[in-house]
């Protein structure tokens, strides 16, 4: 069986509990033991990233930006280590982690390259002896607080601008996926980055998270997870009397549009796509189609037809279509969503039952499904997709925005005049037309709206380098 102990005991260095990092796809393997931080150690940490912050600081940014074009070079020549690492760990499929790893080698491709351009804008001054300009500077300490579900890229898109913009940075992985993020800090370590210009602290959210945010000198927060938690991290943000900064990714509870006249063997790819790709663990996922009443009958018979050669097992088989969900607590989660989905008089046309061994669920899909029904209103976080018939264009873009999350939105249609009236009335950080809700292109700038994201600062892009650092207006008279 895979062990990954050394890698463990190499970074992650707790003085607390002690915590077992489960393979999902046979909760019987234990991929490592691990020694949790303590709040002390998240202290200790964020101590040594200070005292390193000045260094890094003020190396010039094309060195800097060489170590992270070095660090994207690296991981590429260990990618399919990594892989097979983040399967093991996370769940999802070795092709899907595949894609997230290749991802994450070219996001710090990309901040390092961003890194040798880094700079202000000059201006016109309105006075003739005065050269008007802006310059960028890091911010100091910066937290990195991720989630599980995509373990190396997350930590790469927030990590890599971080990095590039000259902060030392403090990052604290979910439980559930550390030894992933382990593998990156390895990775970064051996392209040159100075230990101790970024610490892994690895521990409960409610502790050493709670910990290194309260920290006074943790210049900013980044971080993606729940919205509960986020609006909790915000809150304690509020109370600091330093307005230290805050970017919050959060959750999503995605719809996805089929107009009538559509495309419906592309309607029905994109949704099981969005749905059930990645288990439908992804904050992108579609979790709502909204069908116009006409295209409603073809549609769930292609759907339903797709899903019948689905095939579910552990992430690392070979041509396996769906791994397992990530943990038990998640793996509950979800069971108890399709209970509801069956209570609140949803109808199942798919799906619906655990299909052990490992943590397996069956892809699932609820017909019948309104406003007002958990599986409609919550995220689940899960591979279940509730369908909700519209019987026009208004209502459907009304079903589209009637629920409190805001983060990607998608339509099928081959309607222009729809097309643009989707793009100018839907509440979303993020819109796709005629393509999956799910996936993100690293150089567009992305985050969510309404209770999915502060919508503080924009994540990737050039943008995310915004976030990272602070900008002086120079009025230089001569
Ligand atoms: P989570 O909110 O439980 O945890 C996220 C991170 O916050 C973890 O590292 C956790 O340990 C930490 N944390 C928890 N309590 C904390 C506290 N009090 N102080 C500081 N840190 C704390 O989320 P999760 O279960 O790991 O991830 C799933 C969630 O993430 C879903 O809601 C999903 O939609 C969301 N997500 C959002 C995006 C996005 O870009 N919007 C991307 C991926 C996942």
């Given at each position: 069986?895979?062990?990954?102990?050394?890698?463990?005991?190499?970074?992650?260095?707790?003085?607390?509990?002690?915590?077992?990092?489960?393979?999902?796809?046979?909760?019987?393997?234990?991929?490592?033991?691990?020694?949790?931080?303590?709040?002390?150690?998240?202290?200790?940490?964020?101590?040594?990233?200070?005292?390193?912050?000045?260094?890094?600081?003020?190396?010039?940014?094309?060195?800097?930006?060489?170590?992270?074009?070095?660090?994207?070079?690296?991981?590429?020549?260990?990618?399919?280590?990594?892989?097979?690492?983040?399967?093991?760990?996370?769940?999802?499929?070795?092709?899907?982690?595949?894609?997230?790893?290749?991802?994450?080698?070219?996001?710090?491709?990309?901040?390092?390259?961003?890194?040798?351009?880094?700079?202000?804008?000059?201006?016109?001054?309105?006075?003739?002896?005065?050269?008007?300009?802006?310059?960028?500077?890091?911010?100091?300490?910066?937290?990195?607080?991720?989630?599980?579900?995509?373990?190396?890229?997350?930590?790469?898109?927030?990590?890599?601008?971080?990095?590039?913009?000259?902060?030392?940075?403090?990052?604290?992985?979910?439980?559930?996926?550390?030894?992933?993020?382990?593998?990156?800090?390895?990775?970064?370590?051996?392209?040159?980055?100075?230990?101790?210009?970024?610490?892994?602290?690895?521990?409960?959210?409610?502790?050493?998270?709670d910990?290194?945010v309260s920290?006074?000198?943790?210049?900013?927060?980044?971080?993606?997870?729940?919205?509960a938690v986020g609006a909790h991290v915000g809150k304690v943000l509020g109370s600091k009397?330093?307005?230290?900064?805050i970017?919050l990714?959060?959750?999503?509870?995605?719809?996805?549009?089929?107009?009538?006249?559509?495309?419906?063997?592309?309607?029905?790819?994109?949704?099981?796509?969005?749905?059930?790709?990645?288990?439908?663990?992804?904050?992108?996922?579609?979790?709502?189609?909204?069908?116009?009443?006409?295209?409603?009958?073809?549609?769930?018979?292609?759907?339903?037809?797709?899903?019948?050669?689905?095939?579910?097992?552990?992430?690392?088989?070979?041509?396996?279509?769906?791994?397992?969900?990530?943990?038990?607590?998640?793996?509950?989660?979800?069971?108890?969503?399709?209970?509801?989905?069956?209570?609140?008089?949803?109808?199942?046309?798919?799906?619906?039952?655990?299909?052990?061994?490992?943590?397996?669920?069956?892809?699932?899909?609820?017909?019948?499904?309104?406003?007002?029904?958990?599986?409609?209103?919550?995220?689940?976080?899960?591979?279940?997709?509730?369908?909700?018939?519209?019987?026009?264009?208004?209502?459907?873009?009304?079903?589209?925005?009637?629920?409190?999350?805001?983060?990607?939105?998608?339509?099928?249609?081959?309607?222009?005049?729809?097309?643009?009236?989707?793009?100018?009335?839907?509440?979303?950080?993020?819109?796709?037309?005629?393509?999956?809700?799910?996936?993100?292109?690293?150089?567009?700038?992305?985050?969510?709206?309404?209770?999915?994201?502060a919508?503080?600062?924009?994540?990737?892009?050039?943008?995310?380098?915004?976030?990272?650092?602070?900008?002086?207006?120079?009025?230089?008279?001569?």
């Open positions: 069986m895979k062990s990954y102990q050394q890698l463990a005991d190499r970074w992650v260095k707790g003085n607390g509990d002690h915590l077992d990092d489960l393979d999902p796809a046979d909760p019987g393997h234990v991929l490592a033991k691990l020694r949790l931080s303590t709040r002390e150690d998240a202290r200790a940490a964020v101590e040594e990233a200070r005292g390193k912050s000045a260094e890094w600081g003020a190396t010039p940014s094309p060195k800097r930006g060489a170590i992270l074009l070095k660090a994207g070079e690296l991981m590429e020549s260990v990618a399919e280590d990594i892989s097979e690492l983040l399967t093991y760990e996370e769940g999802k499929t070795l092709p899907e982690s595949r894609a997230e790893v290749a991802r994450s080698c070219a996001l710090f491709k990309f901040y390092g390259a961003m890194a040798y351009k880094l700079g202000g804008v000059t201006l016109p001054s309105s006075d003739p002896n005065t050269r008007l300009f802006t310059v960028r500077i890091p911010l100091g300490v910066v937290a990195i607080i991720t989630p599980w579900n995509f373990p190396a890229s997350i930590p790469a898109w927030k990590l890599a601008p971080a990095l590039a913009a000259g902060n030392a940075a403090v990052f604290k992985p979910a439980t559930k996926t550390p030894l992933t993020g382990a593998k990156i800090l390895e990775v970064l370590e051996k392209a040159g980055l100075p230990p101790g210009v970024l610490s892994l602290v690895v521990g409960r959210g409610g502790e050493v998270g910990e290194i920290h006074k000198d943790v210049r900013a927060v980044s971080l993606t997870g729940s919205t009397d330093d307005f230290t900064r970017q990714e959060l959750g999503g509870k995605n719809a996805l549009v089929v107009d009538e006249g559509a495309d419906l063997a592309l309607a029905a790819d994109l949704a099981v796509r969005g749905a059930f790709g990645l288990t439908g663990q992804s904050c992108t996922a579609t979790s709502r189609l909204i069908v116009l009443e006409k295209a409603a009958g073809g549609l769930k018979e292609k759907l339903v037809e797709r899903l019948k050669s689905w095939k579910l097992g552990p992430g690392t088989q070979a041509g396996v279509n769906m791994g397992p969900v990530v943990d038990p607590d998640q793996y509950r989660k979800d069971l108890d969503y399709i209970e509801s989905g069956k209570g609140e008089g949803g109808k199942l046309i798919h799906g619906g039952r655990a299909a052990p061994p490992g943590l397996l669920i069956e892809p699932t899909v609820f017909d019948g499904v309104s406003p007002g029904m958990r599986i409609f209103d919550e995220e689940v976080f899960g591979p279940v997709l509730s369908l909700t018939e519209a019987e026009s264009f208004d209502r459907a873009l009304e079903l589209v925005n009637s629920v409190d999350y805001g983060h990607t939105a998608g339509i099928v249609s081959n309607d222009n005049r729809r097309v643009n009236r989707f793009i100018d009335g839907v509440q979303a950080g993020v819109i796709k037309v005629n393509k999956p809700t799910v996936g993100l292109e690293l150089q567009a700038p992305f985050g969510g709206f309404k209770k999915s994201g919508g503080t600062w924009k994540e990737m892009g050039e943008e995310a380098l915004e976030f990272y650092s602070a900008e002086k207006t120079v009025y230089l008279g001569y």
